[in-house]
C-alpha cells in the first residue's frame, strides 16, 4: 500500500499520477459516455454485469480507427447499420 511506507516526493508523484492516468483513461470516459455515475442498477450482480458490459462496448467502439470521439462512434453506431457492422466485426490483422 503506498501509505503504508515513507515515500519520496517523486515516489509520491509518480503514484498519484499512475493513479490519475487510469481515472481519466478509463472511468472518466466510462462515466461520460455511458453516464456510469448515472446507472441505477444497485444490487446482486447487477451493477457488475453491467460494468462488463460498458467495458465490453468501449473496447469495441475503440477497436475501430476513426477520429471521432468515443461518444459520436457509439451516437453513429446506434444511426448507421454499415458503421455498426464495421464495429462488430472480428479484426482482421
Known amino acids: 500500500y ?13 503514484a498519484i499520477r499512475s493513479h490519475w492516468a487510469i481515472e ?3 472511468h472518466w470516459v466510462l462515466d461520460v459516455t455511458f453516464n456510469e455515475d ?13 460494468a462488463v458490459v460498458r467495458h465490453f462496448a468501449l473496447n469495441l467502439v475503440r477497436s475501430i480507427d476513426d477520429k471521432r470521439s468515443i461518444k459520436l462512434r457509439r451516437k453513429r453506431a446506434a444511426r448507421n ?12 490483422r
Open 2 to 14: 503506498v501509505a503504508s511506507r515513507a515515500l519520496t516526493a517523486k515516489q509520491a508523484a509518480v
Open 24 to 26: 481519466n483513461s478509463l
Open 38 to 50: 448515472k446507472c441505477r442498477s444497485r444490487t446482486g450482480h447487477g451493477p457488475a454485469n453491467m
Open 81 to 92: 447499420n454499415k458503421y455498426l457492422e464495421q464495429i462488430l466485426q472480428p479484426s482482421i
